[in-house]
C-alpha cells in the first residue's frame, strides 16, 4: 500500500462516509413520494402510541414490516421531528454496511481492495441517495450483504456462530423489509452450491434448528402481533399485494422493460461506472474462485432477478451492489485509459451543467402539467453557484484525465469527492427548491395556523409530516382550506390564497 491515500485510508474512508452519508442529512426537505410515507407512517406511531400496526394519513399501512419505524421513532424521540432525525437511522446503518465491506474485504484479500470496495460503496451516486433517505433500504442491504457475508465465513471456516449470526441478520432484514431478506441469501447460497455440488451442506445449513429457532425468536413475534391485530388484513395488504403482487405485475405504476436496470446501474455506480464495466470483462475468471464465484453469483441473481420483475424500482438493484463493489475492486488495477476513467463522471456533469440551460427550452413539449409549470423555474432555482461548481469539476475531471503523474487510486477519490459534493450539496438542494421546499412552507403555515386541510388532486405526504396533521382526500367544499396543484385551481370559481408557489398551492374555498 505504497499510495499516499492508502496510508491513511482509514481516514479518506471516514471522511468520505461523512460526506456522504452525514453532512447532508437535514440539508434538504424531504422527498416525496417514499420519504413522505415512511415519516409520515412514523409521526403517526409516535402519535398514536401504536407500535405495532402501522398507518399512513389514518389509513392502515402494509408496505413495510415494522423495524425502520422502530428505529425511526427512537431517533425522533431523541432528535426531534425533522429532516436528520428521520434519516439518520439509514445513514448508520449505511455505515455498519460500508463497515462490513471493508471488514469483509480485508478479511479474504488485503488493505488496498478493501479501501477501493468500500470507497465504491460509500462514494458511489446511488448509494449517497439511498444512505440518506428516510425509508427501509440501507437497512435492508446492511442486513443482506452480513447475512451473506456470514454465510461464506461459516462456509469457509465451519464455525457455527457464523451461521447463527447469518440466521439473525436474516431475520432482521426479514423484519425490515419481509421475504426478500430470505430470498436472497436463501438463493444465493442454494445456487452457489449445487454448482459445488454440496445439496447435502446446503438443506444441513438452512435447516439447522438452532437457524431456525433463532430466526423464529427474532421475526415471528411481530409477524405474530401484526396478524393478531390485523388478520386477514394484514396477509392480503403485506404478504399478497406488497410481496407476491410486486413479482407478478406492476404495483403503483411501477413498471419497466427487461433492460430497466441497465442504465440505472451503470448511473448508479458513478463515478466508478469504468471499473464496473471492466468487472464485467473479468466474468469468466470469477469461476476460478470460490468467493469471486459466490459474488458474482449474488450479484447476477439480484439483476436478473428484479429485471424479471413486474415492479421495477431502482433502489430494488442495490440489494446486489454489496458483491459487485468487491469484484470491481479486484479489476480496478486493469484499467489503463484515465480519460475512460473519468469520461462517464465528465458527461453526467456536463448534463448537470446544461440543465438550467434546457430546461425552459423542453418545457413546451413536457406532457405533465406540474413538471410543465415548473421547468422555466429551474434557471433561478439552479443558480450560479451550482453552475460554476459543475463547471469548475468538470475542468479538474479534464484536468485528472490526462494527468499520467497522479496514482489512478487519488483520482478517483478525488472524482467520489467532487460528485458526493456536487449532488448533496448542488444538485439535490436545486432540485428540492422547487420540487419539495414549497410543500414543506405550506405544511409549516398549516401547522403554524392550525388549519384543518383537504388534499385534492395529489399525493404528497410529506405535507402530513410538516403539518403534522391527517388530511382529507377529496374536493374541497365551500369554507375549506385545500392544498392542491396549481394546475387545479381553474376548477375552482373563487379562492383566497393563503400560500402559492412554483406547482402547488394552499387556498380557502369561497363561494
Same mark, same amino acid.
Given at each position: 500500500?505504497?499510495?499516499?491515500?492508502?496510508?491513511?485510508?482509514?481516514?479518506?474512508?471516514? @471522511?468520505?462516509?461523512?460526506?456522504?452519508?452525514?453532512?447532508?442529512?437535514?440539508?434538504?426537505?424531504?422527498?416525496? =413520494?417514499?420519504?413522505? !410515507?415512511?415519516?409520515?407512517?412514523?409521526?403517526?406511531?409516535?402519535?398514536?402510541?401504536?407500535?405495532?400496526?402501522?398507518?399512513?394519513?389514518?389509513?392502515?399501512?402494509?408496505?413495510?414490516?415494522?423495524?425502520?419505524?422502530?428505529?425511526?421513532?427512537?431517533?425522533?424521540?431523541?432528535?426531534? #421531528?425533522?429532516?436528520?432525525?428521520?434519516?439518520?437511522?439509514?445513514?448508520?446503518?449505511?455505515?455498519?454496511? !460500508?463497515?462490513?465491506?471493508?471488514?469483509?474485504?480485508?478479511?479474504?484479500?488485503?488493505?488496498?481492495?478493501?479501501?477501493?470496495?468500500?470507497?465504491?460503496?460509500?462514494?458511489? =451516486?446511488?448509494?449517497?441517495?439511498?444512505?440518506?433517505?428516510? *425509508?427501509?433500504?440501507?437497512?435492508?442491504?446492511?442486513?443482506?450483504? $452480513?447475512?451473506?457475508?456470514?454465510?461464506?465465513?461459516?462456509?469457509?471456516?465451519?464455525?457455527?456462530? +457464523?451461521?447463527?449470526?447469518?440466521?439473525?441478520?436474516?431475520?432482521?432484514?426479514?423484519?425490515?423489509?419481509?421475504?426478500? !431478506?430470505?430470498?436472497?441469501?436463501?438463493?444465493?447460497?442454494?445456487?452457489?452450491?449445487?454448482?459445488?455440488?454440496?445439496?447435502?451442506?446446503?438443506?444441513?445449513?438452512?435447516?439447522?434448528?438452532?437457524?431456525? /429457532?433463532?430466526?423464529?425468536?427474532?421475526?415471528?413475534?411481530? +409477524?405474530?402481533?401484526?396478524?393478531?391485530?390485523?388478520?386477514?388484513?394484514?396477509?392480503?395488504? @403485506?404478504?399478497?399485494?406488497?410481496? $407476491?403482487?410486486?413479482?407478478?405485475?406492476?404495483?403503483?405504476?411501477?413498471?419497466?422493460?427487461?433492460?430497466? %436496470?441497465?442504465?440505472? &446501474?451503470?448511473?448508479?455506480?458513478?463515478?466508478?461506472?469504468?471499473?464496473?464495466?471492466?468487472?464485467?470483462?473479468?466474468?469468466?475468471?470469477?469461476?476460478?474462485?470460490?468467493?469471486? =464465484?459466490?459474488?458474482?453469483?449474488?450479484?447476477? @441473481?439480484?439483476?436478473?432477478?428484479?429485471?424479471?420483475?413486474?415492479?421495477?424500482?431502482?433502489?430494488?438493484?442495490?440489494?446486489?451492489?454489496?458483491?459487485?463493489?468487491?469484484?470491481?475492486?479486484?479489476?480496478?488495477?486493469?484499467?489503463?485509459?484515465?480519460?475512460?476513467?473519468? @469520461?462517464?463522471?465528465?458527461?453526467?456533469?456536463? *448534463?448537470?451543467?446544461? #440543465?438550467?440551460?434546457?430546461?425552459?427550452?423542453?418545457?413546451?413539449?413536457?406532457?405533465?402539467?406540474?413538471?410543465?409549470?415548473?421547468?422555466?423555474?429551474?434557471?433561478?432555482?439552479?443558480?450560479?453557484?451550482?453552475?460554476?461548481?459543475?463547471?469548475?469539476? &468538470? $475542468?479538474?475531471?479534464?484536468?485528472?484525465?490526462?494527468?499520467?503523474?497522479?496514482?489512478?487510486?487519488?483520482?478517483? /477519490?478525488?472524482?467520489?469527492? #467532487? $460528485?458526493?459534493?456536487? /449532488?448533496?450539496?448542488?444538485?439535490?438542494?436545486?432540485?428540492?427548491?422547487?420540487?419539495?421546499?414549497?410543500?414543506?412552507?405550506?405544511? #409549516?403555515?398549516?401547522?403554524?395556523?392550525?388549519?384543518?386541510?383537504?388534499? %385534492?388532486?395529489?399525493?404528497?405526504?410529506?405535507?402530513?409530516?410538516?403539518?403534522?396533521?391527517?388530511?382529507?382526500?377529496?374536493?374541497?367544499?365551500?369554507?375549506?382550506?385545500?392544498?392542491?396543484?396549481?394546475?387545479?385551481?381553474?376548477?375552482?370559481?373563487?379562492?383566497?390564497?393563503?400560500?402559492?408557489?412554483?406547482?402547488?398551492?394552499? &387556498?380557502?374555498?369561497?363561494?
Amino acid at each position: 500500500m505504497q499510495n499516499s491515500l492508502l496510508k491513511h485510508h482509514k481516514l479518506v474512508l471516514a @471522511f468520505i462516509i461523512f460526506l456522504s452519508f452525514y453532512a447532508a442529512l437535514g440539508y434538504v426537505p424531504l422527498f416525496d =413520494l417514499d420519504e413522505g !410515507a415512511f415519516s409520515e407512517a412514523t409521526r403517526e406511531m409516535l402519535k398514536s402510541h401504536n407500535y405495532i400496526t402501522t398507518y399512513l394519513n389514518g389509513d392502515l399501512r402494509f408496505d413495510k414490516p415494522i423495524l425502520i419505524y422502530w428505529l425511526q421513532a427512537f431517533s425522533v424521540k431523541l432528535f426531534g #421531528l425533522n429532516e436528520f432525525a428521520l434519516r439518520l437511522p439509514s445513514a448508520i446503518a449505511s455505515t455498519f454496511w !460500508a463497515m462490513a465491506i471493508y471488514s469483509f474485504t480485508k478479511r479474504h484479500y488485503d488493505g488496498k481492495i478493501a479501501f477501493l470496495a468500500t470507497l465504491f460503496m460509500a462514494g458511489s =451516486l446511488q448509494i449517497t441517495v439511498i444512505a440518506k433517505a428516510a *425509508i427501509a433500504d440501507a437497512l435492508l442491504n446492511m442486513f443482506i450483504a $452480513l447475512s451473506l457475508f456470514y454465510l461464506y465465513d461459516y462456509l469457509k471456516s465451519g464455525k457455527k456462530s +457464523y451461521l447463527y449470526l447469518a440466521s439473525a441478520t436474516v431475520a432482521f432484514g426479514t423484519l425490515t423489509k419481509g421475504p426478500v !431478506a430470505i430470498m436472497v441469501p436463501f438463493v444465493t447460497l442454494f445456487i452457489y452450491l449445487a454448482i459445488k455440488r454440496e445439496f447435502a451442506l446446503f438443506f444441513k445449513t438452512v435447516f439447522n434448528p438452532i437457524v431456525i /429457532v433463532i430466526f423464529l425468536i427474532i421475526a415471528a413475534p411481530w +409477524y405474530t402481533l401484526e396478524y393478531l391485530d390485523q388478520g386477514q388484513k394484514f396477509i392480503n395488504g @403485506f404478504f399478497l399485494k406488497h410481496n $407476491l403482487s410486486r413479482f407478478e405485475g406492476s404495483l403503483e405504476g411501477h413498471s419497466g422493460s427487461l433492460f430497466y %436496470y441497465i442504465p440505472v &446501474i451503470l448511473i448508479g455506480m458513478l463515478p466508478f461506472t469504468t471499473a464496473l464495466l471492466k468487472m464485467l470483462t473479468k466474468v469468466k475468471s470469477y469461476f476460478k474462485s470460490d468467493l469471486e =464465484l459466490y459474488l458474482l453469483i449474488w450479484g447476477a @441473481f439480484v439483476f436478473i432477478f428484479f429485471s424479471f420483475s413486474g415492479t421495477k424500482l431502482p433502489h430494488y438493484i442495490i440489494y446486489g451492489y454489496t458483491p459487485f463493489f468487491i469484484l470491481m475492486a479486484l479489476s480496478f488495477k486493469d484499467i489503463k485509459s484515465q480519460l475512460a476513467l473519468h @469520461f462517464p463522471t465528465i458527461l453526467l456533469f456536463i *448534463i448537470l451543467l446544461l #440543465l438550467p440551460f434546457i430546461a425552459p427550452i423542453i418545457a413546451p413539449s413536457v406532457h405533465d402539467k406540474v413538471a410543465k409549470i415548473l421547468l422555466p423555474f429551474v434557471p433561478d432555482s439552479f443558480g450560479i453557484t451550482y453552475k460554476l461548481y459543475f463547471a469548475i469539476s &468538470i $475542468l479538474i475531471l479534464i484536468y485528472l484525465a490526462f494527468n499520467k503523474q497522479l496514482d489512478k487510486i487519488n483520482q478517483i /477519490v478525488v472524482a467520489s469527492v #467532487l $460528485l458526493l459534493i456536487g /449532488v448533496n450539496f448542488f444538485a439535490a438542494p436545486s432540485y428540492a427548491k422547487l420540487a419539495q421546499q414549497p410543500i414543506k412552507e405550506a405544511g #409549516l403555515l398549516a401547522k403554524k395556523e392550525n388549519l384543518k386541510v383537504v388534499m %385534492y388532486g395529489i399525493n404528497t405526504p410529506t405535507f402530513n409530516v410538516y403539518a403534522q396533521r391527517l388530511v382529507v382526500k377529496r374536493k374541497p367544499k365551500v369554507g375549506e382550506v385545500a392544498f392542491v396543484k396549481v394546475t387545479t385551481l381553474k376548477e375552482f370559481k373563487k379562492y383566497t390564497t393563503l400560500y402559492k408557489k412554483y406547482g402547488y398551492a394552499l &387556498i380557502k374555498v369561497e363561494k
